[in-house]
Every structure is written in structure tokens, then in C-alpha cells.
DNA sequence: ACGACAAATGATATGTTGTAACATGCTACA
DNA sequence: TGTAGCATGTTACAACATATCATTTGTCGT
């Protein structure tokens, strides 16, 4: 069993506590994202499930997954680079915090942290004070890679 | 002269001062997004000035033109709502530093704010840390508006 | 003023991203 | 086994963005 069916496992179990069901397209979506390891967009999705699993995969579908992915919390997308990428905690357990994005730029391989509090809480001050409110603390910032780093060196 | 013909002549300074030229269709792109006072998509654009300058305005020409004026910051594009705002600091002379959005969902309204550096270096630790490198420190924030809180309360 | 050159715009085509609407198929449960 | 609800298939189209080449307009040296 290796990494990806693990984490398929997990997230196989969090639907079934929620009462909702990880169906074949979801996992080979989900699968997908996970083996990638970086953000796709929705139509890299739509090629690499067809390219992998023998039949056409709609674009339709894909969108209609991505949207239950999401709202599973499997998955997130990046408005920043309209691109979806895989929660990199399906497996922690834990519920995940509203997480911060960053995005590689060159390659679109993407980290998700979560920020100090006390720096967010800097940060929902600032927006106060401009009298807006923060809808959600999610970030996504645009940054380059280890990788990308060194290759530019 | 109004507000709007004001900032437009403080643009047109900037323009010539950087040996370029705001031509009459950059002029109605800018006039345009800062009149709407909030963020517009390109289409959005198109249709306002085919509306207001009674002629049809290409899309093509409006993308031309937003890259122009992005270039010369007197407009910002918003990747988080994929849409473009006039920038809020044309007549300030300043020039300015790298700004962060807060972008009302609801109503597209934008405020151009400058968060703390302190923060801002914070949050540049937290990314070092995470072995990225930020791009850029600008930031897009999905916020409420002080009208659209009321509203909504 | 004239011609030459560069910048800006027009026009058309096409690529990319995302949604609407309705038909069909599958699953769970009575 | 019927049936109701969820999931997927199919088609059409809307919205967003870029490529390419033709035409117009502004600039500058002569
Ligand atoms: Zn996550
Ligand atoms: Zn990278
Ligand atoms: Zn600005
Ligand atoms: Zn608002």
C-alpha cells in the first residue's frame, strides 16, 4: 500500500463519517492531485485522469468534484493561481486550521502552513482598522520553491 | 474639474514624466475604473465604456490597455477576484510601496492599504522558514466592506 | 511639409476556464 | 423490487484571455 492509497484511505474514512461518499472519480481525481504533488488546474486534472485511467474524464466532472473535494476539505483551491491542490493534512487527524498558501510561482508546487497567530491577529488589525472585516484568514502568496530557488541560483 | 479629471491629469503628468502617453482609450479604461469607485473584470470594463463613449470598445484593446497601465501602476489587477482596480494613490506624488488589498466579496469594493512591515516581516519569516521565498509582498485579502456589514447586520 | 519609423489600435481567430440544463445511470433503503 | 436521491454523462454556451496581422496615428529628422 503505498503513500497515495494511504492517504486515500484517510480521506476514505472522513466521508464516511460525514455521510457522504468518495466514489471512483473522486478518488482518481483526488489521486491525481496527490501524486502530482502541486497545484493543477482543473483541465491538468481533466488530462491527467484521462491520460491515466483509460476513459475521457469531463471537464464537467472534474469541476463538480472538485467542488465536493473542497467542500470536504480535501482540497483547496488557489484563486491566486486558479489552480486546486490537495490538502496536505488528509491524514493528520487533527482538523486543520485555516490554512496559508504558498505558491510556487515557476512550478506550482505549493506549502501549506499555518501562520502565528499573533501575526494574523496583526493582520485582522490592519484590515479593521481600513474598516473592512476579514472574510477568512486563508492566504495564498506568491513565493518560488526550494527547488526553484536553487535552480534559478 | 472634477474628482475624476483631477486624478486623470495627475496620471497624465506621471505618464509624460515617464516618456510614455495616455491616450484617449487609456484615458476612458482609467476614467472608467475610477468613476465605478471598486474592482472591474475586463469584460466588465468593455462594457462600460461601449456604454458611456459610444462606441464599441474590443476586449482585445481593454487587455492591451490594462497591461499598460498595470505597467505604469496606475492599475492594479486583483488575481483573487480576477478583476482590475484603479490605483488608490495616482495623486499622491509618493511614490508607493507595495500595497495589499482588501476586497469586498460582496460589492467588489477595494481599499489599498500598507499593512505594518513588522508584520509584513513576520510573515516573510514564517515563509522563509517554510523553505519558499517570497515574490512579492503584495497581498489580496476576501474581506466585507463597511457597507456591506452593515447591510448585512 | 514630407517621408519614414514606431507606437497604438482594429479586426479576427482561437485558446482557456467555468457554468447551465437536462438526460442517464447507480445506490441505498423501504 | 420500486423509488427517491445522488452522481455522472452530454451538450451547449458564457466568461476570460492571448496570438497574429492589418491599419491608423503620432513623432521626428530632413
Ligand atoms: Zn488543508
Ligand atoms: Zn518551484
Ligand atoms: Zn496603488
Ligand atoms: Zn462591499
Given at each position: 500500500?503505498?503513500?497515495?492509497?494511504?492517504?486515500?484511505?484517510?480521506?476514505?474514512?472522513?466521508?464516511?463519517?460525514?455521510?457522504?461518499r468518495?466514489?471512483?472519480?473522486?478518488?482518481?481525481?483526488?489521486a491525481?492531485l496527490?501524486?502530482?504533488?502541486k497545484?493543477?488546474?482543473?483541465?491538468?486534472?481533466?488530462?491527467?485522469?484521462?491520460?491515466?485511467?483509460?476513459?475521457?474524464?469531463?471537464?464537467?466532472?472534474?469541476?463538480?468534484?472538485l467542488?465536493?473535494?473542497?467542500?470536504?476539505?480535501l482540497v483547496?483551491?488557489?484563486?491566486?493561481?486558479n489552480?486546486?491542490?490537495?490538502?496536505?493534512?488528509?491524514?493528520?487527524?487533527?482538523a486543520?486550521?485555516?490554512?496559508?498558501?504558498l505558491?510556487?510561482r515557476?512550478?506550482?508546487?505549493?506549502?501549506?502552513?499555518?501562520?502565528?497567530?499573533?501575526?494574523?491577529?496583526?493582520?485582522?488589525?490592519?484590515?479593521?482598522?481600513?474598516?473592512?472585516k476579514?472574510?477568512t484568514?486563508?492566504?495564498?502568496?506568491?513565493?518560488?520553491?526550494?527547488?526553484?530557488i536553487a535552480?534559478?541560483?
Amino acid at each position: 500500500m503505498d503513500h497515495v492509497e494511504k492517504i486515500i484511505g484517510h480521506a476514505e474514512q472522513q466521508c464516511k463519517a460525514h455521510g457522504v461518499r468518495l466514489t471512483v472519480k473522486r478518488k482518481q481525481v483526488l489521486a491525481g492531485l496527490i501524486q502530482s504533488d502541486k497545484a493543477l488546474s482543473a483541465y491538468e486534472i481533466v488530462d491527467f485522469c484521462t491520460r491515466h485511467y483509460g476513459q475521457t474524464m469531463p471537464a464537467m466532472s472534474v469541476y463538480r468534484i472538485l467542488e465536493f473535494l473542497e467542500h470536504e476539505h480535501l482540497v483547496h483551491k488557489l484563486s491566486l493561481a486558479n489552480k486546486y491542490v490537495a490538502c496536505a493534512h488528509i491524514s493528520c487527524g487533527h482538523a486543520h486550521a485555516v490554512p496559508q498558501f504558498l505558491i510556487c510561482r515557476q512550478c506550482s508546487k505549493v506549502k501549506e502552513i499555518s501562520i502565528q497567530p499573533a501575526t494574523i491577529a496583526e493582520l485582522r488589525q490592519s484590515v479593521n482598522e481600513a474598516g473592512f472585516k476579514l472574510v477568512t484568514t486563508q492566504l495564498e502568496m506568491n513565493c518560488l520553491c526550494e527547488g526553484c530557488i536553487a535552480q534559478a541560483a
